[in-house]
């Protein structure tokens, strides 16, 4: 079975820009789930969907959405780039709720 | 509200020697437990779990860790540990809304 796939693994945008990233999870997967980690805050729950539905919301700005589609494929989008968004963006799926996640390799993001 | 702290942010040991990452966390409600490992520029592996039942939980690798409901820790072992070992390791914390709330990290350096 193929992991959780993050597209694409690198990035570099410039402040302002916008960003869509990509996560297809592990094939029959339900649930799929975004966190940003950087060295300053670590690794932050930024949202999660289940049977396209976002079931749970983690505390950053609208400028951070996301959404689900019915194939389990996950996009997020970071509107309106700020230095301070360049991380690590981890996304992962779980085969039903409050199962174990399984993570993929992450998309870098660099804001310059 | 969860939280989790992770004791020690590194941990040096030499090859072949034992080791213990440790793991407390917080919750007013029964949680699921994880420790995940990240290899540089990889995503999260994850090592173990502790949904119920026995308290101590065999993982990949030959790491281990142990539940302690009244001390709410859940710190991880392994008795010996191989240059290969050599990463950050993050503790987990997830209620039932399928949410994972991480600890800082530690690194482990495994010298030879």
């Known amino acids: 079975k193929a992991g959780v796939t993050q597209t694409p693994r690198y990035l570099i945008k410039t402040r302002g820009q916008q960003v869509t990233l990509s996560c297809s999870p592990i094939s029959g997967h339900r649930s799929v789930s975004w966190y940003q980690q950087t060295p300053g805050q670590g690794l932050q729950f930024l949202f999660e969907?289940?049977?396209?539905?976002?079931?749970n919301k983690g505390n950053f700005p609208g400028r951070f959405s996301g959404r689900q589609f019915s194939n389990s494929r996950s996009e997020m989008n970071v509107s309106t780039l700020e230095l301070g968004d360049s991380a690590l963006y981890l996304c992962?799926?779980?085969?039903?709720?409050?199962?174990?996640?399984?993570f993929g390799q992450g998309t870098r993001l660099t804001v310059v | 509200a969860q939280s989790v702290t992770q004791l020690d942010s590194q941990v040096p040991v030499f090859e072949e020697a034992p080791v213990e990452l440790r793991c407390n966390y917080s919750s007013s409600v029964s949680v699921y437990l994880f420790w995940y490992v990240q290899y540089p520029n990889q995503g999260l592996q994850l090592l173990l779990k502790?949904?119920?039942?026995?308290?101590l939980v065999k993982g990949i690798n030959g790491f281990e860790a142990e539940f302690n409901k009244s001390q709410t820790s859940f710190h991880l072992r392994k008795p010996s540990v191989h240059i290969s070992d050599t990463a950050e390791y993050f503790c987990?914390?997830?209620?039932?809304?399928?949410?994972?709330?991480f600890g800082q990290g530690t690194t482990l350096q495994v010298k030879p």
């Open positions: 969907y289940f049977s396209e539905t976002q079931r």
């Open positions: 502790y949904l119920s039942g026995s308290t």
């Open positions: 992962a799926s779980s085969p039903d709720l409050n199962t174990e996640a399984f």
């Open positions: 987990a914390v997830s209620d039932l809304t399928g949410k994972l709330i």
